[in-house]
T-cell receptor, first 115, second 109 residues
Framework: GAGVSQSPRYKVAKRGQDVALRCDPI?????LFWYQQALGQGPEFLTY????????KSGLPSDRFFAERPEGSVSTLKIQRTQQEDSAVYLC?????????????FGNGTRLTVT | AQRVTQPEKLLSVFKGAPVELKCNYS??????LFWYVQYSRQRLQLLLR??SRESIKGFTADLNKGETSFHLKKPFAQEEDSAMYYC???????????FGKGTKLSVKP
């Protein structure tokens, strides 16, 4: 595709609801990252996939957050029992290869508002 | 600990004036530094990275290991440079980036 695609663009959830955020990376990109960006802050790392393997999930803030990329392409970030502090923009990024030299390409993000 | 600090939340300059967006980092090894930019209603995109030693849209940034800085500079700001600018550090082998909080650059006519 033309770039990293994320859906939905906006999501409003009532506290306690589960949400699922989707990321379609650029075709052929091996690495996929999820970031959380709170208002007025820079993006903060959540988790990283190399193909279908989740190699780093150290940034996930709690066990309510879960990410998967079962076939090494599309990824889903799931948040269970959403809380108000989960309100943020969730960014997905992909890069062509694992390692140092591939730049990250970002999606437009999903803005989650928990009421 | 790995950290990126952008001390200015907002930087406002007039068109044609020089601009410098500050970035300091904390990292024990050999870091790779980037500047990302986000224009209004657009996605975050790579502006430049230190290993390329390039100038993009008139912007340059030099890695100063002694001062652990990677300041972004442009001699003559343009109105279209108005955007959010994020400095980022990549220190590991997997490609993950650590971002600063960002500086909003506003270039006035």
């Amino acid at each position: 595709g033309a770039g990293v695609s994320q859906s939905p663009r906006y999501k409003v959830a009532k506290r306690g609801q589960d949400v699922a955020l989707r990321c379609d990376p650029i075709s052929g990109h091996v690495s996929l990252f999820w970031y959380q960006q709170a208002l007025g802050q820079g993006p903060e790392f959540l988790t990283y996939f190399q193909n279908e393997a989740q190699l780093d999930k150290s940034g996930l803030p709690s066990d309510r957050f879960f990410a998967e990329r079962p076939e090494g392409s599309v990824s889903t970030l799931k948040i269970q029992r959403t809380q108000q502090e989960d309100s943020a923009v969730y960014l997905c990024a992909s890069s062509l290869s694992a390692g140092d030299n591939s730049p990250l390409h970002f999606g437009n993000g999903t803005r989650l508002t928990v009421t | 600990a790995q950290r990126v600090t952008q001390p200015e939340k907002l930087l406002s300059v007039f068109k044609g004036a020089p601009v410098e967006l500050k970035c300091n980092y904390s990292y024990s090894g050999s870091p790779e530094l980037f500047w990302y930019v986000q224009y209004s209603r657009q996605r975050l995109q790579l502006l430049l990275r230190h290993i390329s030693r390039e100038s993009i849209k008139g912007f340059t940034a030099d890695l100063n290991k002694g001062e652990t800085s990677f300041h972004l500079k442009k001699p003559f700001a343009q109105e279209e440079d108005s955007a959010m600018y994020y400095c980022a550090l990549r220190g590991g082998s997997q490609g993950n980036l650590i971002f600063g909080k960002g500086t909003k650059l506003s270039v006035k006519p």
